[in-house]
């Protein structure tokens, strides 16, 4: 094999243009570039083409290369590394591919084995909602067992509290431009509004047209008080609840 | 039976109106050791006068007295539900068949975590967890020693006293599902 030198491009748009190596080989007769062209298109089996031949070509160019070209020279180096690795990879044996990982199946739901419990809950449920227990308030289905606190009981919480606050000092407060009412006088206010109406009247009757958060709760308050103290009566149409004056 | 209802009846069934007292201002179910810790007598004797006071009750009165949630209480007879019902008004509430399944799941499996319900209906459960959780009928118990330490979830004393048990031990036996210890 003898190299052989001719001009020609293997990377038209690229900087540095490799030398025009000939080579010639019982595998491959043709250019490094064809060749380099060939092997990044995976259009010939390195495998069967010797490159020792290439390699003394390339040394032979090398050394007779003039000190300007050195740009070429490193492009033809480029290219010959390029066929050494690929032909390298050529020959290593090709792994086998890793076995499929089975996927676990989730075992099948097995949620029927307890179709007779959920009957049997649902039938003690229902025997259950037949019961009804003296602390289950006014609504007996919802009976609930008593958070255990042990001996404490509302009374004792209650009274803790109020000597809790007794020994508090009084909050600072702003006072505001709008004069809040004593819930003394808006329960005479109530009073004298469910009396005066003469019929039964709802929550909503009792409130001025617009009317705020505060003020809501003031006479809310007002009206359990007065339901406390006998001053009116309270009963439920539907959904609403009635107020109308008690008779004295 | 009868010999212990005899016993409890001797002394005019002093300890026996007692401890029908005692239930009566019971907010709860009432065990057998605070029963006898009150009325300062052996918990054989309460027992016996339980049992008195059970088969008079049971004779005559609209009252009854049931062992629930791991103690006795004072009930309306069920032939009154429908009166006791017109006067209280309770707000009629069914569980759904979702949320009775993941129950009885718990149940039977507790302790048990999300996971493992989820495993057995094939379906998530969160919602049922929920509601049941809300209802105060399953609790978080505590954290599994498992990657991520799931929640365990168990029944309350509220679900026994919701569906008539008186403890886990009175869940019917159902096939292929082992009971609760």
Known sequence: MKPQVERESLTPGGVAVPPPLKIESSAFTGSLATLFHLAREGRVDLSGIPLSPVCHAYLEYVFGVAPDRVDEAGAALLALAYLVERKAWSLLPIADPPPEQEIPELPAPTAHEFALAVDSLDTGFRERAQLFFRAGGVEGADYEIPIEIGHLTTNHLARALERLLSKAMPTTVEPTAKKRPSLAEVMAKVLQRIQSAGKRLGFVDLMPEEYTRLDAVFVFLAVLELLRIGRIKAGVAGEEIWLAAKES | ?181
Do not use: W
């Open chain 2, 1 to 181: 039976m009868q010999a212990a209802i005899e016993r409890a009846n001797e002394k005019g069934g002093e300890l026996v109106d007692a401890v029908e007292a005692l239930l009566f201002v019971a907010p709860a179910p009432v065990s057998l050791q605070d029963l006898a810790e009150a009325s300062g007598r052996e918990e054989e004797q309460v027992r016996d006068a339980l049992e008195a006071l059970s088969d008079r009750l049971e004779r005559t009165g609209g009252i009854k007295l049931v062992k629930i949630a791991g103690g006795y209480q004072l009930c309306t007879k069920p032939e009154f539900a429908e009166q006791v019902a017109n006067l209280l008004r309770p707000q009629k509430r069914r569980l759904g068949r979702s949320a009775l399944e993941v129950l009885a799941i718990i149940a039977y499996r507790q302790p048990i975590t999300a996971q493992e319900i989820f495993i057995i209906r094939g379906v998530q459960s969160d919602y049922s967890l929920r509601v049941l959780m809300d209802l105060g009928l399953i609790q978080e118990l505590e954290r599994k020693q498992a990657p991520g330490r799931p929640i365990l979830y168990g029944t309350t004393q509220q679900f026994l006293h919701q569906f008539n048990l008186n403890d886990l031990s009175d869940l019917p036996e159902v096939p292929g599902v082992p009971s609760v210890d």
